[in-house]
Nanobody, 128 residues
Framework: QLQVVESGGGLVQPGGSLRLSCAAS????????IGWFRQAPGKEREGVSC????????YYIDSVKGRFSISRDNAKKAVYLQMDSLKPEDTAVYYC?????????????????????WGQGTQVTVSS
């Protein structure tokens, strides 16, 4: 079964850190870009960060630049989102998703319609 599964969410105080993991199964992760998305209550889902299949291209939305860092380990079939200096406005359900990249030099993007495999999400709550 082809799937991605998120883990690592939880409750953290403002200024704290969390590391989210996205584990892939049933497909070769090194052919796919991975994106992290989030959806806060009452808001639309938005793209947070993505990483290309070879990890030579990454993207972050402005609100997380300098605080979040995306990485991947294709051998372990995992992608990580390190989140530091968390703020209450980072509270959301975080999803990872995979999109096939044909060419090795393709850039990743946050177009949700292009992503094929989606996880169930992991809750991140930033609150004192």
């Amino acid at each position: 079964q082809l799937q991605v599964v998120e883990s690592g969410g939880g409750l953290v105080q403002p200024g704290g850190s969390l590391r989210l993991s996205c584990a892939a199964s049933g497909f070769a992760l090194d052919y796919y870009a991975i994106g992290w998305f989030r959806q806060a209550p009452g808001k639309e889902r938005e793209g947070v960060s993505c990483i290309s299949r070879r990890a030579d291209n990454t993207y972050y939305i402005d609100s997380v630049k300098g605080r979040f860092s995306i990485s991947r380990d294709n051998a372990k079939k995992a992608v990580y989102l390190q989140m530091d200096s968390l703020k209450p406005e980072d509270t959301a359900v975080y999803y990872c998703a995979a999109v096939r990249q044909i060419f090795q030099q393709e850039l990743c993007d946050m177009n949700q319609r292009r992503y094929t495999y989606w996880g169930q999400g992991t809750q991140v709550t930033v609150s004192s």
